[in-house]
């Protein structure tokens, strides 16, 4: 045999003394998902807010793994998935990313309700599939369109979304900046960008640097932030820019800014729903109206207040989020017991 035909037949090899994982790989609008299916230990826990911790506690070796370089990037976003909360879902999910563990992420949510209804996972119908996941901010119904087989948009509908403050912040060489704090499964501070006269077209290393700036000193005055139920649930995500020129036929833009400096290729699934929230506050969004959200890439979200609601001392709004994501690849990651770097880096 040749070694060109030995070439071709090694297409299963694999070295020995090798841990193995088996991930799908999506993308939403642009925004990548590795969705870990395989060589994930053994572990039980009475929550996904609960195996949240647990992967977060014993097992973050293995998020470093996958999502930083060599094997991802330090815009890399993924998933586990976990058992349902209690059989009222089809399964659970934690997301992790480059600094640690989300309690939410429309984009995931998106291409996982596809992902569940392509694979089979869940039995198809049509017009549509109903796909129910529980994340750790709470239980998530999403609604995948099915036309003769073909699969089309996926909507899901989030947890109560709410503003929770408005502030300032001390910008060097922007001044105060002003920003509001909402929440759509996670918190995020918005901030309009025309006002600090970005049209959202700068260079995506300048919004990084300034979204993170502006994220730290959020942290450091706008004092605790609180979910009126989950205290896990308690700390700011990212920031978001609004505002700006769209590129294409979205009404609006928003720039994402989260983690350690990731940026959000779609549009955002829950910085969506929690700038519903703020729509409705501001007047500008009633109920049953509709309105699309342009992403750094161009990709739109399509965005909608299913009601309102009271959640404690919140009026907060049932948001219905819609978008399409596709599969980019399956992939069996190795970890050989002598590498280097094998808990993975990311470059500053």
Known sequence: MSTFDKIRSSQEFTPENCREFITIDMHTGGEPLRVITGGLPEISAESVLAYRRKFRDHHDDIR????????????????YLVPPNDEGADFGVVFIHNEGYSTMCGHAVIALARLAVQAGWVE???PSTEVIIDAP???IFCSVEVNDGKLGTTTFEGVPSFVFKQGEVQIQKYGQVAYTLAYGGAFYAYVHAPDLGLNLSEPVSQLVDLGMQIKREVIKSSGEIEHPFEKDLSFLYGTIFTGGKPLGDGFDRNVCIFADGEVDRSPTGSGVSGRLAILHENGELKTGEMRKFESITGSVFTGEIKEIVEYDRFKAVIPKV????????????????DDEFGSGFLLH
């Open 64 to 79: 470093k793994l996958l999502m930083h370089e060599p094997r991802g990037h330090r815009d890399m976003y993924g998933v």
């Open 124 to 126: 198809m119908t049509e």
């Open 137 to 139: 901010c709470g239980r």
């Open 322 to 337: 819609s978008g399409t994501a596709s599969i980019t690849g399956v992939h069996r990651f190795l970890l050989e017991t």
